[in-house]
């Protein structure tokens, strides 16, 4: 069984930071993406940043100011996130060969 759990998610203030964790089991196929989506009340849920086999995919938002990175040996995908704003306040998906595989999210709210 297929499992991604995501955590990390708080309440912090405008410029500060947060780390979310993804760990995932259950894979039996190749990994061929990993990424962070993200979702508002009435919006789609749109895509932060993934790794590809090939490359790093980051939006513009969030350059400079948020970092992926993975853990094989430990199965976690991990997001860094710094310099946080408010329109940053979303709740935060990790996802594995996307659309296929997603976690239930871990909610992020920027404020003072």
């Known amino acids: 069984q297929v499992q991604l759990v995501e955590s990390g998610g708080d309440l912090v203030q405008p410029g500060g930071s947060l780390r979310l964790s993804c760990a995932y089991s259950g894979i039996a196929e190749r990994i061929n993406t990993m990424g962070w989506y993200r979702q508002v009340p009435g919006q789609q849920r749109k895509l932060v940043t993934h790794i590809t086999t090939s490359s790093i995919e980051t939006i513009e938002a969030v350059q400079g100011r948020f970092i992926i990175s993975r853990d094989d040996a430990k199965n976690m995908m991990y997001l860094q996130m710094n310099n946080l704003k408010t329109d940053d306040t979303a709740v935060y998906y990790c996802?594995?060969?996307?659309?296929?595989?997603w976690g239930r999210g871990t909610q992020v709210t920027v404020s003072s």
């Open positions: 996802s594995v060969n996307y659309p296929k595989y």
